[in-house]
Nanobody
Framework: VQLQASGGGLVQAGDSLRLSCAAS????????MGWLRQAPGKEREFVGS????????YYTDSVKGRFTISRDNAKNTVYLRMNSLKPEDTAVYYC???????????????WGQGTLVTVSS
């Protein structure tokens, strides 16, 4: 499966942004999906994930209540809605697909190219 992330940009603190991850090559419904991010000079970190069906989602503590992952398997797309953005959310955001694993610990096999989100204070 090929993944294409989009939707990043420059926003101000408190703004909202929605990232999209479009899949091609195989049905998105075959995969659990996740979003991860990497800030400048830092290691990549987990943001959140969603099950194949979309019935279950899991988030890292720093984004709980602000970020929401959803998916539209008919459109082969997964989304990351980010509200109340903070400067510390600045990072390159990656979507990833996993065929196996449990919620919150999926084993990601495929990665998108990343989309940059910059939050100014």
């Amino acid at each position: 499966v090929q993944l294409q992330a989009s939707g990043g940009g420059l926003v101000q603190a408190g703004d909202s942004l929605r990232l999209s991850c479009a899949a091609s090559g195989r049905p998105l419904s075959s995969y659990h999906m996740g979003w991860l991010r990497q800030a400048p000079g830092k290691e990549r970190e987990f943001v959140g994930s969603i099950s194949r069906s979309g019935n279950s989602a899991y988030y890292t503590d720093s984004v709980k209540g602000r970020f929401t992952i959803s998916r539209d398997n008919a459109k082969n797309t997964v989304y990351l809605r980010m509200n109340s953005l903070k400067p510390e959310d600045t990072a390159v955001y990656y979507c990833a697909a996993a065929g196996t694993g449990v919620l919150g610990q999926y084993e990601y096999e495929y990665w998108g190219q990343g989309t940059l989100v910059t939050v100014s204070s």
